[in-house]
């Protein structure tokens, strides 16, 4: 069923645009650099387009293959899964140095590498990880402008839809990104600023109690998450260090800030499946002690969560927290994406790994051992995992003081 009256192609170009207009933010003679799946090819045209007509000097994609990183798995000697193309993640980093923007198109088959070497999977992740921190850090330290947005493809919707016919299952997951992306309404811009003047209130509502922790307590759950000194609560549109006020993701439902990477204790259970790399990892459960997992189980994919664990040491830490009420648009819409852009909206949830240290106060000219002593986890990694529900309830923690913040999900 269509999600509109709007044809597929006129929704494809509403995506788009906001993805433009109100992800972006795209400045006259900005540069911009694009990556996507060869699936993307008719929204990456959409996409060039509308950034042209914004002002963007040039438009540059670079473009991935499913079947070309399998091959990598499949027939790659062993000597080759430490290695990472570094002279393209430094032309990166050159370039958002120079003030290039940066969007990200997310659609691979979520479970492309299940069958794979999980060792070669961590090594090649490993390499990578280490070869883009210099462009990556422009982006978690806000530097510029810079959104991600989704493309439904054939592999992926079969994995969201298995029961639905190839055809039928493409246009359900369509569906299910224009929806939750808010195109398919009568002015999608406005929509968004509808949209970001409820985060922002929330924000705005967090950073005026200035909570030491917050308390979750639920079914496999009773943690503590001692938040970062100076922290700042965000979500929605902001303003990057370059000065332009963009939306980093589209969809979005979350405000979130920067724990403090030494003041996590207790235990969480994961609610909702992480999909990590083409692996699935599945009933998380972690102990915390003075920040740092010390005991770490899943039902599923234990081996690739270890792995991840040991990436480095910050990989033990977590680098955000996030609150998403459990009546998100994307929660009630049932659909587990399996692509954490979509899945993180649906729920409350922490990020192992860096931290956005836009989310603190003055982090301008303080050092990363200054910054790791106000709180700010430092790693290679920064993976999303699900803890929200409806069971979930979450208190606010200051000077001795309780007060309700979620109760069921819910915010009270």
């Given amino acids: 069923m269509p999600t509109s009256s709007f044809t597929h192609d006129q929704l494809l170009d509403r995506l788009a645009e906001v993805s433009v207009r109100t992800g972006l933010n795209i400045t006259p003679g900005q540069q911009l650099i694009i990556t996507a799946g060869l699936e993307a090819v008719p929204l990456i ?161 967090l950073n005026d109690r200035r909570f030491d922790a917050l308390h979750f307590t639920g079914p496999g759950t009773d943690l503590t998450v001692g938040l970062a000194d100076g922290h700042l609560w965000a979500g929605g549109a902001e303003e990057a260090k370059n000065g332009i006020v963009c939306n980093p993701n589209i969809p979005t439902e979350e405000v979130f800030t920067t724990p403090h990477c030494a003041r996590v204790e207790g235990t969480v259970s994961s609610t909702k499946p992480l999909f990590h790399q083409g692996s699935l990892i599945d009933g998380i459960r972690v102990r915390f002690e003075k920040g740092r997992i010390v005991e770490a189980h899943a039902s599923k994919g234990e081996d690739v969560l270890k792995r991840i664990l040991d990436s480095d040491e910050g990989a033990r830490r977590i680098g955000e927290v996030a609150l998403v009420p459990h009546s998100s648009p994307i929660s009630r819409s049932g659909i587990l994406y399996q692509n954490t852009l979509f899945d993180e909206n649906a729920a409350c949830h922490i990020a192992l790994g860096q931290a956005y240290t836009k989310c603190m106060t003055n982090p301008e000219g303080q050092s990363e051992e200054e910054l790791i002593a106000r709180g700010a986890n430092h790693s290679i990694i920064h993976i999303d995992w699900m803890i929200g529900s409806d069971r979930i309830n979450i208190d606010g923690l200051k000077d001795g003081q309780r007060t309700p913040l979620m109760r069921s999900g819910e915010w009270v």
């Avoid at 007509?53 to 080759?80: C, I, M, N, P």
């Avoid at 940066?102 to 659609?107: K, L, P, V, Y």
């Avoid at 810079?146 to 592999?155: D, K, L, R």
């Avoid at 055809?167 to 299910?176: K, P, Q």
């Fill in 45 to 205: 045209r959409r996409i060039t387009a509308h950034a042209y007509k914004a002002g963007a000097s040039l438009v540059t994609t670079l473009y991935q293959d499913d079947e070309t990183t399998l091959a990598r798995f499949q027939h790659g000697h062993e000597d080759s899964f430490d290695t990472a193309a570094g002279w393209l993640a430094n032309g990166m980093a050159e370039a958002f140095g120079k003030g290039a923007a940066r969007m990200a198109i997310t659609g691979g088959n979520p479970t492309l590498l299940k069958d794979q070497n999980p060792d070669h999977i961590s090594r090649v992740s490993r390499a990578s990880s280490t070869a883009y921190r210099p462009a990556m850090e422009r982006i978690t330290n806000f530097d510029i402008n810079w959104n991600i947005i989704a493309c439904a493809t054939p592999a992926w919707a079969e994995q969201v839809f298995p029961h639905l016919p190839a055809e039928e299952a493409l246009t359900a997951l369509w569906n299910g990104i224009f929806q939750a992306s808010r195109v398919d309404v009568a002015d999608p811009v406005a929509a968004w600023a509808d949209h970001n003047r409820t985060l922002h209130a929330r924000a705005a509502m």
